[in-house]
């Protein structure tokens, strides 16, 4: 919605927007409670949901957050945290394409570039199921798209 | 046209309504406040507010409400470098393989 | 090149640890009362369309033909040898530490997302030949090749000459990058061979012999030599 307003901004220049052109608006509107009320929710749960799934991904593979002798756990977490945070602001502002832009393509390559790509595609896997419980699922319909796309950019 | 009162529409009925014009959209999510039926069962969550103006009015816009640390951009000891691990390259390992 | 001076970027002064600034909007600012653009890193930018590197490009061939392909080389090699210098200043203060200590990987991407926002295009490195003291540079959307269209030959030296001008300043060892494959004969993306310059001069050879990259490839991985 956000990089759509601005584009519409920049293309109405001078006259008023037609009713295709303020359709997204109206999507926006249509789902604006259930942004808003699941975006208060992962805020208030944001330090459980990131335990839960650190736990998950620990049970699952106790070397995933190990890279020999050194633990990444806590970077690990603040980069989680940082990700949440990203996706639950897209998810606010239904903009998926500035999460892209903003920040996934970077870190994209800040992964890469420390072979992390396995513990994001799980990580963002496990976060799909770990914010089920917490969101309802018209809610979850919403944000699970977004966490999905950050795993496949930052898991490849 | 009257309100709409009911559930929020759904992912597929909403491709259903692009076809409506903007002025109706506002009718249908009572952006102008009319007052809804009394006979309208208040329990379900799924009810949508008198107005949207009353349904934003629920939110702590104002109030620290839900604030604990503020979400800034600046998650504190950001640190991109990882304490180099015995198998990661540096610019040295490079140099001397040239 | 200006000294570089993060202090006036506002949005840098307020998020100082906001490594993610790589957006349009992010990463430039556009000071208007002075007219100027300015970077994250502090660098003065300017905006220039296709018409700037057609008017370099056949400009310079105008003047001095077929060797125009070596003055572009030549500038991309200073300007590389140049923002390795730049590059130094603005890593460390970026991340508190020296590029020597960090992460190769992490270094590399680091020094090409400002082109990659510039509009010089996304890049991918490969390393898997390094132990045979040579490694590959893939480019994709290069700004030269796109403009210019497929002409049949590579034209990508600006860049050739950057690669080899920056990685021969971080290494410390005298490199020569070449083209390769270029988008500018018919293929989807440019690569570039970096390496010793006797390594280079070889594969210059195979070009001219009409040996394909993968060629190259397969030549450079079983060891041979001119």
């Known amino acids: ?156 | 046209m009257t309100a709409m009162i009911g559930l929020l529409p759904s992912e597929s009925e909403t491709r259903r309504l692009d076809v409506i014009s903007v002025g109706e959209f506002f009718g249908e999510i009572n952006w102008f406040g009319k007052p809804l039926s009394e006979t309208d069962d208040f329990d379900s969550p799924d009810v949508p507010y008198e107005t949207v103006g009353h349904f934003f009015a629920t939110f702590p816009w104002h109030g620290p409400a839900l604030n604990s640390a503020p979400a800034s951009w600046d998650i504190a000891e950001d640190d991109e470098s990882v304490p180099v691990e015995t198998d990661t390259l540096t610019l040295e390992d490079l140099s001397a393989l040239f | 090149m200006d000294i570089p001076s993060a202090h006036s970027h506002r949005l840098r002064q307020q998020y100082p640890q906001r490594h993610n600034h790589y957006k349009f909007s992010d990463f430039f600012q556009f000071n208007t009362s002075e007219g100027t653009i300015s970077d994250w890193n502090g660098s003065r930018n300017i905006l220039t369309s296709e018409d700037f590197i057609i008017g370099l490009l056949e400009g310079l061939e105008e003047e001095v033909g077929a060797a125009s392909a070596a003055v572009m080389y030549s500038i991309g090699l200073e300007w590389g040898k140049q923002d390795s210098l730049f590059f130094d200043q603005w890593f460390e203060r970026e991340y508190k530490v020296s590029p020597q200590q960090a992460n190769l990987m992490f270094l590399l991407e680091t020094w090409w997302w400002p082109f990659t926002a510039q509009g010089w295009g996304r890049w991918e490195i490969d390393m898997a030949d390094r132990t045979q003291g040579f490694m590959f540079i893939n480019l994709f959307d290069s700004a030269v090749a796109r403009t210019l269209g497929d002409v049949g030959k590579p034209v990508c030296y600006l860049y050739a000459g950057l690669y080899a001008g920056f990685f021969t300043e971080m290494v410390r060892k005298q490199l020569s990058c070449i083209e390769i494959q270029c988008y500018s004969m018919g293929e989807t993306y440019c690569k570039f061979l970096l390496g010793a310059r006797e390594r280079i001069d070889a594969a210059a050879f195979w070009l001219n012999e009409g040996a394909t990259a993968s060629d190259i490839e397969k030549r450079l991985r079983s060891g041979d030599s001119v």
């Open chain 1, 1 to 156: 919605m956000l990089s759509q307003l601005q584009t519409l901004v920049r293309e109405v220049d001078g006259r008023y927007a037609t009713d295709t052109e303020l359709m997204f608006l109206q999507n926006y509107l249509q789902t604006v409670r259930l942004r808003f009320s699941a975006y208060q929710k992962i805020q208030k749960a944001e330090t459980e949901i990131i335990q839960q799934v650190k736990k998950k991904l620990k049970t699952a593979d106790p070397q995933l957050l190990r890279r020999g002798k050194v633990d990444l756990s806590a970077k690990w977490q603040r980069d989680t945290m940082r990700g949440l945070r990203y996706c639950a602001h897209a998810l606010l502002v239904a903009d998926e394409e500035g999460l892209e832009e903003s920040f996934l393509l970077w870190f994209q390559s800040i992964m890469r570039s420390f072979k992390a790509q396995y513990s994001c595609d799980v990580t963002y896997k496990v976060m799909q199921d770990v914010v089920g419980q917490y969101l309802t699922p018209q809610e979850a319909e919403l944000f699970c798209p977004i966490l999905a796309k950050a795993r496949l950019l930052l898991g490849q």
